[in-house]
């Protein structure tokens, strides 16, 4: 019904950056949320940043002022770029989208990608 493409991961050295993306598509009638979220080797998945509908943006301490949270919405895409990244922003990168869709009752789900590997190291 709804799927999530998550893209730009890659490896980057200490201080880099790199810019995700991530396409919803589907049988979608209007996507309330997005968000990324990580999830480090032996580690909890975390938010990093979310956006509304409205375009508020809400992210981690550990990210303000190096990570940007975007969205399209004509596109359904969203965008995080990640400046001055740091080893421990290593992690799989989650998509995720709270959306209300076509023929299923009630309120927004929530919706995942399969991941994005993020890396960084010398």
């Known amino acids: 019904q709804v799927q999530l493409v998550e893209s730009g991961g890659d490896l980057v050295q200490p201080g880099g950056s790199l810019r995700l993306s991530c396409a919803v598509s589907?049988?979608?009638?209007?996507?309330?949320?997005m968000g990324w979220y990580r999830q480090a080797p032996e580690k909890q998945r975390e938010l990093v940043a979310t956006i509304t509908g409205a375009g508020i943006t809400n992210y981690a301490d550990s990210v303000k002022g190096r990570f940007t949270l975007s969205r399209d919405n004509a596109k359904n895409t969203m965008y995080l770029q990640m400046d001055s990244l740091k080893p421990e922003d290593t992690a799989v990168y989650y998509c995720?989208?709270?959306?209300?869709?076509?023929?299923?009752?009630?309120?927004?789900?929530?919706?995942w990608g399969q991941g994005t590997q993020v890396t960084v190291s010398s």
């Open positions: 589907g049988s979608i009638f209007r996507i309330t949320a």
């Open positions: 995720q989208t709270a959306a209300l869709v076509v023929g299923v009752p009630g309120g927004p789900r929530d919706y």
